[in-house]
């Protein structure tokens, strides 16, 4: 029942912006690492950036430099501003999450968002 929804993504020029969100709703009662991953045609999927509960974060030397995860546990919801974009981004983002579910112990469990595509032209 606990679900991640993924926002933000689009079309944009290279060098151009975009914002994506995710946000986890349902029976949560804490959420651990949050991660972006992203997955283009004929590719493998690749972890992009992730940021533990205290703020902690690591980006793929990719898009070191260009692209920002951060979090509001308030909001259960993850961010990844992603700057300078290059055709290169281009894919589906998947926002992950390591969650606790209410009344489950202290047993994490793995979630995934149903992605979102981001395209970069040139």
């Known amino acids: 029942q606990v679900q991640l929804v993924e926002s933000g993504g689009g079309l944009v020029q290279a060098g151009g912006s975009l914002r994506l969100s995710c946000a986890a709703s349902g029976s949560i009662f804490r959420i651990n690492a949050m991660d972006w991953y992203r997955q283009a045609p004929g590719k493998q999927r690749e972890l992009v950036a992730t940021v533990t509960r205290a703020g902690n974060t690591n980006y793929a030397d990719s898009v070191k430099g260009r692209f920002t995860i951060s979090r509001d546990n308030a909001k259960n919801t993850v961010y990844l501003q992603m700057n300078s974009l290059k055709p290169e981004d281009t894919a589906v983002y998947y926002c992950?999450?390591?969650?606790?579910?209410?009344?489950?112990?202290?047993?994490?469990?793995?979630?995934w968002g149903q992605g979102t595509q981001v395209t970069v032209s040139s």
């Open positions: 992950r999450a390591d969650i606790v579910r209410r009344g489950m112990g202290i047993t994490a469990n793995e979630f």
